[in-house]
């Protein structure tokens, strides 16, 4: 049963730097498609960021030039840099793989609906 775990979050000031964590339990190696969404208060789920099974990234465009999305297989964990934060990416952030089944480029446009299972997520919270 593949469950990723999400940690790394918390509180920062606008400007400040998070580092989010998942390690994906269950799977032998992350070399699907994975990606970081987030969900704030009252919003629904967005895809942030994007790492596709041959390297490639993606990333929404609020945080293009912020966020960088990396892997490490050795670790089966997925990483989320996240730099010069803003109050507006406050939220609650969660990572995924990309479901058995589906093919095709994968990006941050893709449907959520291809992605799981879920994970708790961590809180990251950014004050002006």
């Known amino acids: 049963q593949v469950q990723p775990v999400e940690s790394g979050g918390g509180s920062a000031q606008a400007g400040g730097s998070l580092r989010l964590s998942c390690v994906v339990s269950?799977?032998?190696?992350?070399?699907?498609?994975m990606a970081w969404f987030r969900q704030a208060p009252g919003k629904e789920r967005e895809g942030v960021a994007v790492?596709?099974?041959?390297?490639?990234?993606t990333y929404a465009d609020p945080v293009k030039g912020r966020f960088a999305v990396s892997k490490d297989i050795a670790k089966n964990t997925l990483y989320l840099q996240m730099s010069n934060l803003k109050p507006g990416d406050t939220a609650m952030y969660y990572c995924?793989?990309?479901?058995?089944?589906?093919?095709?480029?994968?990006?941050?446009?893709?449907?959520?609906?291809?992605?799981?299972?879920w994970g708790q997520g961590t809180q990251v919270t950014v004050s002006s």
């Open positions: 995924a793989l990309r479901r058995r089944g589906y093919r095709g480029g994968c990006t941050v446009a893709t449907e959520e609906k291809e992605f799981g299972p």
């Open positions: 269950g799977y032998t190696a992350i070399t699907r498609c």
């Open positions: 790492i596709d099974s041959d390297g490639s990234t």
